[in-house]
């Protein structure tokens, strides 16, 4: 059973950089893919990252391309997302999540943390 804790959110300025991390604990197999979701107010969860625990390959939605990067640290079984250049569009409450593989909808969600962007 994989358990995912994000931390790092917090209440930052339009333009600042903020890295997010989510520590997992349990069994990550190789076959796993990480990511980051966010759920703005009034709107639906949606992706933001994701990347395979065996490989440095990266997917990005088209609104964190370029500004966010997603990464993992093998041996401390982490997963960060830095966030640059951040606009209030990203106030959000973050989500890690962990799916294998085999599975197609990402089953292993951690509780969140709050990003709050000012103008």
């Known amino acids: 059973q994989v358990q995912l804790r994000e931390s790092g959110g917090g209440l930052v300025q339009a333009g600042d950089s903020v890295r997010l991390s989510c520590a997992a604990s349990g069994r990550i197999f190789s076959g796993y893919v990480m990511a980051w979701f966010r759920q703005a107010p009034g709107k639906e969860r949606e992706f933001v990252a994701d990347i395979k625990w065996s490989s440095t390959r990266t997917n990005y939605a088209d609104s964190a391309r370029g500004r966010f990067t997603i990464s993992r640290d093998n041996v401390q079984n982490m997963v960060y997302l830095q966030m640059n250049s951040l606009e209030p569009e990203d106030t959000a409450v973050y989500y890690c999540?962990?799916?294998?593989?085999?599975?197609?909808?990402?089953?292993?969600w951690g509780q969140g943390t709050q990003v709050t962007v000012s103008s």
């Open positions: 999540a962990a799916r294998s593989l085999t599975t197609p909808a990402y089953d292993t």
